[in-house]
Each structure stands twice: as structure tokens, then as C-alpha cells.
């Protein structure tokens, strides 16, 4: 089960979910990641990997903050060679406000 925050739906196009991350046909140009557990960090990866501008937000102190020490250090290593541009851990998100596209 694929976890949302309250009062936010995914609309998969801006608000997304890795599962909708899975179809994608080309890559964004940024995006926002928010958990740094291992899947948003493993996402976080790819997409930076490709060339989008990755910033990872998350709620606890630190990236994977479920694994042990040198798992996360193993991580934050894979994030930090894959050039994600900003890592924000101790960042509660209050609220997403989507952009209206312009044509």
C-alpha cells in the first residue's frame, strides 16, 4: 500500500506516487521526493542518475532513518554520486500546492 499525506491526492502528473514513477516515458526536468526512506531514496537516485534536479524531503533527521548506520551511509553515498541537488532531512511538508500548467 502506497502511503499519501493528508489532504493530498495523487494525481499521477504532478503528484505522483512510485508507482506512477514506474510508467513514466521520459524523465522530469526536477522533482521533489518526499520520504527519504529506501524507495524515495532509490527513485531519487534513478531520476538524478538521468539528469533531473532531485530535492529529497524528509520528516526525521536523516535519509533511510529506519536502516542501521552503514546501510544509510551506503545510501546517502549512492544519493551524493547521483548528484541529487538537496537533501532536506528534519523538513516537515505542511502543504503541496500543484502549479497550474501553462500551455
Avoid: W
Avoid at 512510485?18 to 534513478?46: R, Y
Avoid at 534536479?53 to 533511510?64: A, D, G, Q, S, Y
Amino acid at each position: 500500500m502506497i502511503r499519501g499525506l493528508p489532504g493530498v491526492e495523487f494525481d499521477g502528473t504532478q503528484v505522483i506516487n512510485s508507482d506512477h514513477a514506474l510508467g513514466f516515458k521520459k524523465v522530469p526536468a526536477s522533482l521533489i521526493v518526499l520520504g527519504a526512506g529506501a524507495v524515495g531514496v532509490e527513485f531519487a537516485s534513478i531520476f538524478a542518475t538521468f539528469g533531473a534536479k532531485v530535492t529529497i524531503v524528509e520528516l526525521l533527521p536523516r535519509l533511510i532513518p529506519i536502516e542501521d548506520g552503514l546501510s544509510r551511509r551506503r545510501a546517502g553515498a549512492g544519493v551524493q554520486e547521483a548528484r541529487a541537488r538537496r537533501c532536506t532531512p528534519g523538513t516537515k511538508v505542511e502543504k503541496v500546492v500543484v502549479a497550474r500548467r501553462t500551455a
